[in-house]
């Protein structure tokens, strides 16, 4: 079994990425906007479904980050 400190690790380093990745979608989304002729509605649909999946991964990370503090006290 790993040391809790090297579990929050790991955890923090996937919620690091996770905020990340949902950074790059937003400017993603945000570059695309300004130039409205290039954006189309599916591809604003598609960006959006990115941008809530990794939201959800993100909730689900940082839920799972503070169950491991809560147990470790």
Do not use: W
Not at 16 to 45: I, Q, V
């Amino acid at each position: 079994m790993e040391p809790k400190g090297y579990e929050l690790l790991k955890i923090e380093t996937k919620i690091t990425m996770l905020e990340k990745e949902l950074s790059a979608l937003f400017e993603d989304l945000k570059k695309y906007e300004m130039d409205e002729n290039s954006m189309s509605k599916n591809h604003t649909c598609k960006k959006l479904q990115k941008m809530n999946v990794c939201c959800l991964k993100l909730l689900e990370t940082y839920r799972e980050y503070t169950d491991k503090i809560k147990n470790t006290k």
